[in-house]
Structures are given as C-alpha cells and as structure tokens.
C-alpha cells in the first residue's frame, strides 16, 4: 500500500493550496480516508476526513470554513483545498487511510500513512 501527499509548498497568509494524495495497493473505496499534519513539538493532529463514499465529511474546528476535503475514487485520489491560509496552518501534511465506515480523529486507528508534504505560510 502506498499513500503519496503532494501539492505543499511555501504561500502567504490568505493564500490557498491544494494537496493530494495519490493511493496505490488498496481498495480506496473500501476506506475512509484523513489528513493530519505535525508543527514542530507538537504532536500530530486531525485536520479533516472523508467517508468511503464521500457522503460524510468531518473537519477540526481551527480549519472549518476555509479547507474543504474531496475524493476521487475512480483516480484513487483525495484533496485537500486549504484557503485562507494562516502561519499557523504550518506544517508537515499527511494522508492517512482508515477501513472504517466512519471519519475517526484519532491517528492510531489509522491502518496506512503517506509521508507527508510540507506547507508553509509565511506572515
């Protein structure tokens, strides 16, 4: 199984990005699907997630309104659009994918990780 994060990169505050991730070696459709990200010394947190299906979406409260997560399950591929960024949306991103039927939150029921792609907002 292979998740690969991708579309990081350096921004200004209020600025937008979109990432991906890229699954290769599962059944995507069977999994529900998340992204995390670490800042330095802390500890890896819930950003968002996404049902099997795409019919359920949940979000942490510090991005709600200005991330909107996405899947494709014919490309095998899930989003991340990031708008009005802020400096401390920096970190490094990771996809993450749960054969679960719900969104969970929690990093340690989540079976595969990609390796994460770095984004910085700079103030």
């Known amino acids: 199984v292979q998740l690969q994060a991708s579309g990081g990169g350096l921004v200004q505050a209020g600025g937008s990005l979109r990432l991906s991730c890229a699954a290769s070696g599962l059944t995507f459709s069977n999994y529900a699907m998340g992204w995390f990200r670490q800042a330095p010394g802390k500890d890896r947190e819930f950003v968002a997630g996404?049902?099997?299906?795409?019919?359920?979406?949940s979000y942490a409260d510090s991005v709600k309104g200005r991330f909107t997560i996405s899947r494709d399950n014919v490309q095998n591929t899930m989003y991340l659009q990031m708008n009005s960024l802020k400096s401390e949306d920096t970190a490094v991103y990771y996809c993450?994918?749960?054969?679960?039927?719900?969104?969970?939150?929690?990093?340690?029921?989540?079976?595969?990780w990609g390796q994460g792609t770095q984004v910085t907002v700079s103030s």
């Open positions: 996404i049902t099997w299906n795409g019919g359920s979406t």
């Open positions: 993450a994918a749960d054969r679960a039927t719900l969104v969970l939150r929690t990093p340690e029921r989540y079976d595969y």
